[in-house]
C-alpha cells in the first residue's frame, strides 16, 4: 500500500505495530549507541554536568534539569560508554523517561533510569569498566574514568571531529581564531615585499657572480 496524504489512512495491525516499534528501537538504539554514537553527542552535556558536580559544594542550586529528546538519553549514556538497563535495552525511551544523576555530601555518584515519569526507576552505571561500572562511584573515579571524554568535549574540538560548519558556536569558534581583512592585507604585503626582496637579492648575487667571472683578478705574490 502507498500512502498518500490526501485519502485514507490505511489500517495497520497491532502485530505490524509492535515489529514496527521492536526495528525502530534497535535501529535507534544501535545509531546511538557506544560504538556508533561514541561520545560525539554526549560528550559536552557529560562534560557540563561533572563541571555542575565539581561546584555543587559551593552553589546554591540543588536541582538541575535538562529538557530533551531520547537521542539526547542515548547519546548521554553513550559518552559514558554504557547502555540501557537490561529489559530496556534495544528500545526507545518513552516520553517522560529520564535520566537522574545524584551526588552526596561524599561526593559519590549514583545514576538511575526513570520511564514514563517514573513508573519504574533502573540503576545505571556509570562507565563501562574499573569501580564505576558496578554501582556508586566517586567523583574523582568518575572523572578519572571518563577523562578522555571530558578533555575534548570543548566547543572547538567537537566542531573539528564532527567536521561542522554551520551551528553557531561553530561559527563563532571560527571568528576567534579568524584574521581580519586589515590583517590579512598587511600580512599579505609584507609575504610580497619579502619574496620581492629574495628574488632582487638573487639577481644581485647572479649578476656580481658573472661580472666576477668575466673580470678575473691576478693573483698577488707576496
Same mark, same amino acid.
Given at each position: 500500500?502507498?500512502?498518500?496524504?490526501?485519502?485514507?489512512?490505511?489500517?495497520?495491525? !497491532?502485530?505490524?505495530?509492535?515489529?514496527?516499534?521492536?526495528?525502530?528501537?534497535?535501529?535507534?538504539?544501535?545509531?546511538?549507541?557506544?560504538?556508533?554514537? !561514541?561520545?560525539?553527542?554526549?560528550?559536552?552535556?557529560?562534560?557540563?554536568?561533572?563541571?555542575?558536580?565539581?561546584?555543587?559544594?559551593?552553589?546554591?542550586?540543588?536541582?538541575?534539569?535538562?529538557?530533551?529528546?531520547?537521542?539526547?538519553?542515548?547519546? *548521554?549514556?553513550?559518552?559514558?560508554?554504557?547502555?540501557?538497563?537490561?529489559?530496556?535495552?534495544?528500545?526507545?525511551?518513552?516520553?517522560?523517561?529520564?535520566?537522574?544523576?545524584?551526588?552526596?555530601?561524599? !561526593?559519590?555518584?549514583?545514576?538511575?533510569?526513570?520511564?514514563?515519569?517514573?513508573?519504574?526507576?533502573?540503576?545505571?552505571?556509570?562507565?563501562?569498566?574499573?569501580?564505576?561500572?558496578?554501582?556508586?562511584?566517586?567523583?574523582?573515579?568518575?572523572?578519572?574514568?571518563?577523562?578522555?571524554?571530558?578533555?575534548?568535549?570543548?566547543?572547538?574540538?567537537?566542531?573539528?571531529?564532527?567536521?561542522?560548519?554551520?551551528?553557531?558556536?561553530?561559527?563563532?569558534?571560527?571568528?576567534?581564531?579568524?584574521?581580519?581583512?586589515?590583517?590579512?592585507?598587511? *600580512?599579505?604585503?609584507?609575504?610580497?615585499?619579502?619574496?620581492?626582496?629574495?628574488?632582487?637579492?638573487?639577481?644581485?648575487?647572479?649578476?656580481?657572480?658573472?661580472?666576477?667571472?668575466?673580470?678575473?683578478?691576478?693573483?698577488?705574490?707576496?
Amino acid at each position: 500500500y502507498q500512502y498518500n496524504p490526501n485519502g485514507e489512512v490505511p489500517e495497520i495491525s !497491532q502485530d505490524r505495530l509492535d515489529d514496527m516499534s521492536l526495528l525502530a528501537g534497535r535501529i535507534e538504539s544501535t545509531k546511538f549507541s557506544p560504538d556508533v554514537a !561514541q561520545d560525539l553527542a554526549g560528550g559536552p552535556l557529560l562534560a557540563e554536568i561533572v563541571e555542575r558536580f565539581q561546584n555543587s559544594d559551593n552553589s546554591k542550586i540543588k536541582l538541575v534539569e535538562y529538557s530533551a529528546h531520547y537521542p539526547t538519553l542515548l547519546s *548521554l549514556l553513550a559518552a559514558m560508554g554504557v547502555e540501557l538497563p537490561d529489559g530496556e535495552s534495544e528500545t526507545i525511551p518513552p516520553f517522560g523517561s529520564a535520566i537522574v544523576f545524584t551526588i552526596d555530601d561524599h !561526593q559519590t555518584i549514583e545514576a538511575e533510569y526513570w520511564t514514563t515519569g517514573g513508573e519504574k526507576k533502573l540503576p545505571l552505571s556509570l562507565a563501562d569498566e574499573g569501580s564505576c561500572n558496578t554501582g556508586p562511584c566517586e567523583l574523582d573515579e568518575f572523572r578519572r574514568v571518563h577523562e578522555t571524554v571530558l578533555q575534548r568535549a570543548g566547543a572547538e574540538t567537537w566542531c573539528r571531529r564532527c567536521n561542522n560548519r554551520e551551528l553557531n558556536v561553530c561559527l563563532a569558534t571560527r571568528q576567534q581564531y579568524a584574521v581580519s581583512p586589515v590583517a590579512a592585507g598587511f *600580512l599579505g604585503a609584507l609575504v610580497a615585499t619579502l619574496l620581492l626582496s629574495i628574488a632582487f637579492w638573487c639577481l644581485y648575487s647572479r649578476q656580481k657572480r658573472a661580472t666576477a667571472m668575466s673580470n678575473p683578478q691576478k693573483d698577488v705574490e707576496w
